[in-house]
């Protein structure tokens, strides 16, 4: 038998403290752990839980104060406590606690139902529902909102804004784009030919044609600052240096880019400087923002605190529909405060009492409040000045009031801007994760012991199981001395017929040619079983992401004096489709004089490439005046241009499909010189999806009796041996009391497995 030692974390501050808790003697305490299963390849790493009884005696009684009793404000169960497992006083795991409930017998409590949950329930837990758009308010401040007029969308083409965090990709939603360098031809609205003798600014591109794409690293980064977590590992490699998410939730160009959905001009307080600060320890401006702490009443006198704010501006000129001052709670995303008045100069005052939580209950917990507040006019810009007021209440009576000027005396004339929520793509944030960890085959893992801030190791599948000779196993566990080796079973690894890897469908004009020219959807691929797999169904890994095929331009007006020589350095994405839809109904179908209709594209990732036009040919740009762009965001599907031999380090296609810019495919032979497999099967999938498929491998499924030394020290990527024989583990399941384990391994074969 295996003494097993649990105990929760019963501390108040960041100096951790934990108690033991009671345990049933013949409670039986299992735990389940599985890798990356040979029947899902999809399947991201599974984390361990685990529910079990406790007693209701006096010490658990006052660890869990008296859950039973609702008279008694004590343990929260819905509020994870840190805990740990040792077996015969060695640490096992680490996790958490949740209380689920408590079991009543002759009116007395018997037993308390808990919850053990390994470290990545904290993640589970914190994304619940949640979508991209309540990840904005944690992205920096700069990144909140976007000026959208010619000067910043130019910017944004040619050099990136904020240090490349947010670019616009040369992608359109409804111009057709095509270069055309004769002096003959139409100039047609989407021929992007700059003419540097006689500018032309009825074609080209206007900022109005473009959206706006922001960097997935910073994402990942806002994710680590909501959900206070900590990302490392792949996350931090190469491959997503330069990996952008395109902001295009609707179909079509960028029509309304206000709050309300409606054409609008905004600014909020994080585009002004506090000029002085709040006297009150509880009240703060912490990043331009208005932060406080409610707290409850506590007495019956009815003593609570209470925060106001008054914030007003005057407007001194300029021509408008409608005016909205708003206070938001950056927390809850909710408004807070609204007021809305229309038409000419006057004093707009805005005062903001939170709907504060769970004010009238006596002992209610504290909340913080993160507020800003937001101007924002329709139909037209306006010139203010602006001023804040903050007040202190007690019992809804003024006892002290603070006031002092955040933002007083700032005259603006507001521009248009986009407001980030309103373009992100309309995605979970844990189907966005999971999406990554299916595009590049990942796992995770909490590290231990876990901290207040939470690291999460993310790895590649072949990296994972490469790193198992820094465990404390070193990698590899004898445990022939522990397995019924006389009685097991063995089972052809026969996961399924075929395997796809597939992106969501796009209906876009060089994704439904591709597909109609090569009878396969541009970047998947399909692993099809070797032949003696005759049976057996199909299986889908899809993304949840959109995939394009990009064009590299051809100057049509030059003719080509050799093979590619009439090739431009512009590439684009067209998120058109469907039918062509011509200017006129005189119009040879042969003449570029219209477009195809603006599609609806799922969240899509790109490579973005800073490209240099250096054979004088740039692009057009015809927004506010008539200039050459040299130097623009170029989308891709590689992470880098790559050369006529060697392919790009990355790319974004499942199969080995063809390359937009080097304008062949890489996986045949060239010169005898046969390339690296860069698709995304071929990096990270192909190890773990052939082997299981060769005709050597089996899985094997034993019984044994695994000691405390053992339990202690396995990771899920160590190598397991028995006898000569080495595996890997697919799942193990065991009594923790008494070390009877259930263990499913998969052999390794030295001439394909990483054997350590």
């Keep these: 038998m295996i003494d097993v030692q649990l105990y929760i974390d019963k501390s108040s501050d960041d100096n951790q403290e934990y108690a033991k808790v009671d345990l049933f003697e013949d409670e039986s305490m299992t735990l389940i752990s599985s890798i990356q299963d040979i029947k899902d390849f999809s399947k ?50 680490e996790g958490y606690i949740y209380l689920q409930s408590t079991e009543m017998k002759n009116n007395k409590a018997a037993s308390y139902t808990i919850i053990f949950y390994g470290g990545l329930i904290k993640l589970r837990e914190a994304l619940k529902e949640e979508k991209l758009t309540a990840l904005v308010s944690n992205l920096d401040s700069d990144l909140e909102r ?54 032309d600014s009825t074609r080209g591109v206007a900022y109005t044609d473009l959206k706006p794409a922001i960097k997935v690293t910073k994402l990942i980064e806002a994710i680590e600052s909501k959900y206070t977590l900590s990302f490392t590992g792949f996350f931090d490699t190469t491959p997503l240096d330069n990996l952008y998410l395109w902001l295009s939730r609707e179909s079509g160009e960028i029509i309304n880019y206000g709050t309300s959905g409606e054409t609008s001009n905004s600014k909020s307080i994080t585009e002004f ?58 927390i809850t995303g909710d408004v807070i405060s609204e007021q809305s008045k229309s038409g000419g100069n006057q004093t707009i005052t805005l005062i903001s009492n939170p709907n504060y939580q769970n004010p009238n209950v006596k002992n209610a917990e504290p909340r913080t409040y993160r507020i800003r507040w937001e101007v924002e006019s329709f139909g037209g810009s306006i010139t203010f000045t602006s001023g804040l007021t903050l007040r202190k209440k007690v019992a809804f009576e003024t006892l002290v009031e603070d006031t002092y000027n955040a933002f007083d005396g700032l005259s603006s004339t507001t ?5 980030l929520v309103n373009h992100l793509p309309d995605i979970k944030v844990i189907d966005f994760l999971s999406g990554l960890f299916k595009v590049f085959n990942l796992t995770a893992y909490v590290q231990e012991p876990l901290a207040s801030i939470p690291v999460i ?88 992401f959109s995939h394009l095929k990009y064009e590299r331009l051809f100057d049509v007006g030059e003719a080509a004096t050799s093979e590619n020589s009439n090739l431009t350095y512009i590439q684009w994405g067209y998120a058109a489709g469907g039918s062509f839809k011509h200017e006129d109904s005189t119009t040879e179908k042969s003449t570029p004089t219209g477009n195809y209709s603006p599609q609806k594209i799922e969240p899509l990732l790109f ?23 040299t130097t623009y965001w170029r989308p891709s599907n590689s992470n880098e241009e790559g050369t006529s031999t ?45 082997g299981a498929y060769n005709e050597s491998k089996r899985i094997f499924r034993y019984k044994c009796f695994l000691p405390a030394k053992i339990l202690v020290r396995y990771k899920l990527n160590d190598q397991i041996k028995i006898h000569d024989r080495l595996f890997r583990i697919n799942s193990i399941k065991t009594n923790l009391k008494t070390g009877a384990t259930e263990i499913e391994l998969l052999n390794l074969i030295p001439t394909l497995d990483n054997i350590i």
């Design 44 to 93: 991201i790493f599974a984390d361990y839980s685990r529910t079990f009884k406790i007693p209701a005696n006096d010490r658990n009684n006052k660890l869990f104060k008296h859950f039973y009793n609702p008279d008694i404000k004590g343990f929260n169960g819905a509020t994870k406590k840190l805990a740990k497992i040792h077996l015969n006083y060695m640490p096992f795991r």
């Design 146 to 199: 976007l000026t959208y007029n010619s000067a910043t969308v130019k910017e944004g083409l040619t050099n990136g804004l904020f240090g490349g965090d947010i670019i616009y990709p040369l992608i359109t939603s409804e111009k057709r784009l095509y270069h055309d360098s004769s002096s003959t031809s139409p100039n047609y609205d989407g021929n992007i030919y700059h003419d540097s003798v006689s500018p």
């Design 273 to 330: 400087t506090a000029s002085s600060a709040p006297t009150d320890s509880k009240l703060t401006i912490v990043d331009d923002t208005w932060t406080f702490t409610q707290d409850p009443w506590t007495s019956d006198s009815f003593d609570v605190i209470r925060y106001e704010s008054e914030f007003n501006i005057t407007i001194s000129a300029g021509s408008y529909d409608n005016v909205v001052l708003k206070a938001i709670d950056e």
């Design 415 to 419: 521009l248009p801007e986009q407001d």
């Design 457 to 544: 190791e993310v790895r590649t599948l072949d990296d994972y199981y490469a790193d198992a000779v820094n465990n404390q196993s070193k990698g590899t566990i004898d445990i022939v001395d522990f397995v019924d080796v006389e009685s097991h079973d063995i089972e052809l690894a026969r996961p399924f017929a075929n395997v796809s890897f597939e992106y969501k469908k796009t209906d876009t004009v060089l994704m439904a040619a591709h597909e109609a020219t090569h009878n396969k959807v541009f970047g998947n691929t399909i692993y099809s079983a070797p032949d003696e797999y005759d049976s057996g169904v199909d299986y889908k890994v899809e993304v949840p």
């Design 607 to 629: 490579y973005g490439i800073n490209q240099t036009i250096s054979d004088g040919n740039g692009i057009n740009w015809i927004s506010d005046s008539v200039d050459e762009i």
């Design 646 to 690: 060697t392919p790009p380090a990355n790319s974004l296609n499942f199969d080995t499909d063809f390359d937009e810019w080097q304008l062949k495919v890489y996986r045949e032979s060239d010169s005898d010189l046969i390339v690296a497999d860069n698709s995304l099967f071929g990096k990270y999938y192909i190890n773990y999806v052939s």
